[in-house]
């Protein structure tokens, strides 16, 4: 019975993603935005996926003035953009028109940078989350999203 979620799942449609679980107790996981990898946190708690500033020309990003102020992470008010009609692909599952919110990450990196984990691109949040109607194994360390 060892297997029983992930061949539960990948049989209803689903595609597996390894996750690798940080130092600051954190998911990390590999996906690209319009065709360019990067490295994300998985954060069930963010409602937006993001990126940071400096990621606009890595991943190609068209930008929009935000009238949106962006809290979390021990920051409040923190001034954001948005991106439109992005590309998202984590594994095998693939979504076009991701609306993705630009803000500043370096808080966030500098916590991992101290904690001798590697900077992220970015966060995938609640929004992919529940548009792929994702599935956590916490002890297996991965991410099932429906295809």
């Known amino acids: 019975m060892e297997n029983s979620l992930s061949t539960f799942l990948l049989e209803k449609g689903y595609t597996r993603v390894k996750l690798h679980f940080t130092k600051t107790n954190h998911f990390e996981i590999k996906a690209s ?21 400096d990621a606009v020309d890595t991943f190609k990003l068209k ?14 008010n923190m001034e954001t953009k948005m991106s439109k009609k992005n590309k998202l692909k984590i594994g095998k599952w693939k979504k076009n028109k991701v609306v993705l919110v630009l803000f500043n990450l370096s808080h966030v990196n500098s916590a991992l940078i101290n904690h001798n984990s590697k900077p992220v691109d970015g966060i995938i949040g609640a929004d992919i989350l529940k548009k792929s109607k994702a599935v956590i194994d916490y002890e297996k360390k991965y991410l099932y999203l429906k295809l």
């Open 33 to 53: 935005i319009n065709g360019v990898k990067g490295l994300f946190i998985l954060d069930t708690g963010a409602s937006n996926s993001c990126v940071g500033f």
């Open 63 to 76: 930008v929009k003035d935000s009238e949106i102020l962006a809290a979390g992470a021990g920051a409040i």
